[in-house]
Every structure is written in C-alpha cells, then in structure tokens.
C-alpha cells in the first residue's frame, strides 16, 4: 500500500509538471492564459502516466541516451495516439489535431511534440525523477498516505464532475444540432423550390412575372437570411436596369440560377438565427454555458465533435461574440 501510494505522488507530480508545461506553452501561444488540461484542477494526468510508463519501462536502460531517446518517443506516442483514440470514442470529440503539423498520424500525434515528449523523457530519467523519487522517500509514512488519500479524492470528484459535465454538454450539442439540420433541409427544399420557379419564369415574355415570382420567393426566407438580402438586391437591380435589353437580362439572371444551385447544397447558412427553428430553447442552449464549456474550449481551441460540429462551431461563435462585447 505505501509502495502504491507512492507511486500515486509520482504520478500527481508529474500531471502537475505536465499542467504547467502545456498551460505555459498554450498561454504564450495563445497570447492570454490558459487552464489546459481536460480536467478542471491544475493537472494533465496524461503526462502523468505517459511518466510512470517510460520510468517503469526504461528504468533498467542503461543504453545511450539516444536509445532512451528513441524510446520514449515511441512510448510516449502510443499512449498519445491511444489517449486521442480514446477520449474521441467516448466524448465524440478530437481534442486536439496536428493535421496542421508536417508528420503526423491522423492529427493525433506529429513528431515535433514527439520529439519534446522524447528530450522531456530523457529529462526525466537522468535529472528529474532520482530527485521526485528521493523527496518521495523522505516523507513519513502517514504523510505519503494523507498526501495521497487527498489528492486522489480531489481528482476523483474533478473526474466525476467533469465527465458528467461532458456528457451533459453533449446532450446539450445533439439539440442544438437536430435544430440546425432540421432547419438546413428545409432551407434546400425552399432554395430549391425558388430555383425551379424562378427559372420556369426566367423564359417567359415578361421579366414583370420573374420579378413578382422572385419577390413571393424571398417572404418565404426569414429577414436575417443573407439570401433573402441578395434577393432584395437583385429585385433593385432589374428595376434599374431598364436601360439593359431583355437578352442581356436573361444572361445575368441565368449566372444567378447557377448561383442558386450552388446555395442548394449547403442551405442557406446564414439566416439559422432569423428562423422559427432558433427557438426559445435553442437560444437558451447556446447563452447557457457554463464555465466548464468556455475553459473547455479556451482549453482546446481545435477540439472539434464528430457528431455535433456546427453546434459546437455556433456555441464557439457564441463564446466568442460574448467576449468580444465584453
């Protein structure tokens, strides 16, 4: 037991070591500070066991520093590579992506943090832990013991409150998603509608019936729809353009068309806010968060769902609109 426990300090030292490092790191970076971390207290329990794994498993090399080098790269990136597998199976989020570092694997890992997961290793190993194991040691039994007992009741409750925090969000997410592709498929089948009839009139003898059939279109969209306001202008536009010959008309209003099939495959993105589907619930669910929700993505600035991307996008948006008012 006080062998295990033991170790238990090691690994809460060397989750806090991993905190400071990655909350400098993201704090510089970033320009203002960051509580990196998945969890809420001042701990990366990540770096925590990718330590007592390289230290368990690299304590009897007495090879070059190079092999212990090479080593830890490869340790390290595993447990990285599994942890980034992991957590995105569980939450249905990528924490963090390297896709924009040269060499990487599937965003998860990339050598450049590799190659400081390696230094830090050989750090570790020939400096830093004989001293972590000494201090250790040299605590009484009963402080090794109520050291641990205490650190590992805060971590467990931070783990609990924070998983279900997660979950909740997640919950809050699948909502705020079912929403906007509620929303998207009905705003293709109204672009779509608008195209087809637009076009039947765009031949006819008179430009008058394409005109009173584009403006009936447009009251179908809400007033905040980017659409609608391209609509409203192009309605301004024929009405002075009767300097132009109906052919040349014809031509501008048929690149318009092709501009209209374009906006059918995405919908139309911008009026989401104007619409009855951004109901008193929805707006409830992204004014709501909490303060876990913007540690979390202050924390992560690249997580990314992989159920619920344009919901998490529009509560970052939302996040991000309410920091800059303030």
């Known amino acids: 037991m006080l062998t295990a426990a033991k170790i238990f300090l090691w690994l809460m030292i060397y989750s806090f070591a991993g905190w400071v490092y990655e909350s400098i790191l993201c704090s510089v970076t970033s320009g203002s500070l960051v509580n990196r971390g998945l969890l809420t207290g001042p701990y990366c329990p990540i770096y925590g066991f990718g330590a007592l794994i390289v230290i368990f ?14 080593s830890s790269i490869v340790l390290t990136g595993i447990l990285e590579y599994f942890t980034s597998w992991l957590l995105e199976k569980l939450f249905h ?6 896709s924009h570092y040269p060499f990487n694997i599937n965003g ?32 009484s039994a009963l402080t090794v013991y109520i ?9 467990s409750v931070d783990f609990v409150v924070t ?4 979950l909740t969000m997640n919950g809050r997410l699948a909502e705020i998603q079912a929403a906007l592709d509620d929303y998207r498929t009905e705003s293709r089948e109204k672009i779509t509608r608008m195209r087809e009839r637009l076009e039947e009139r765009l031949d006819s003898p008179s430009l008058e019936e394409f005109k009173t059939e584009l403006a009936e279109r447009l009251e179908e ?12 202008e192009l309605l301004r536009r024929l009405e002075e353009s009767s300097d132009l010959s109906a052919a040349q008309l014809r031509r501008n209003l048929r690149e318009r068309m092709y501009r209209l099939r374009a906006a059918e495959q995405e919908g ?40 619920y991307g344009d919901a998490l996008e529009k509560l970052r ?3 991000e609109r309410k920091n800059g008012e303030s």
């Not at 989020?93 to 390297?98: E, G, I, L």
């Open 108 to 139: 998860r890992v990339c050598l450049y943090g590799a190659l400081v997961f390696g230094l830090l290793s050989v750090l570790l190993m020939r400096v830093v832990h004989p001293v972590v194991e000494g201090l250790v040691n040299g605590l």
């Open 93 to 98: 989020a990528k924490w963090w992506d390297y």
């Open 57 to 70: 498993a690299l304590r009897d090399n007495t090879g070059s520093l190079l092999s212990l080098f090479l």
């Open 221 to 232: 969209f809400s007033r905040s729809s980017p659409l609608r306001a391209r609509g409203e």
């Open 163 to 166: 998983v279900r925090h997660i």
């Open 147 to 155: 050291a641990s007992g205490t650190l590992l009741t805060v971590i």
């Open 317 to 319: 948006e939302r996040l």
């Open 268 to 307: 139309d993105e911008g009026g989401f806010e104007g619409s009855r589907f951004h109901s008193k619930r929805i707006r409830e669910l992204l004014a709501g968060q909490r303060y876990t929700d913007r540690r979390l993505l202050k924390a992560f600035p690249r997580m990314r769902s992989t159920r």
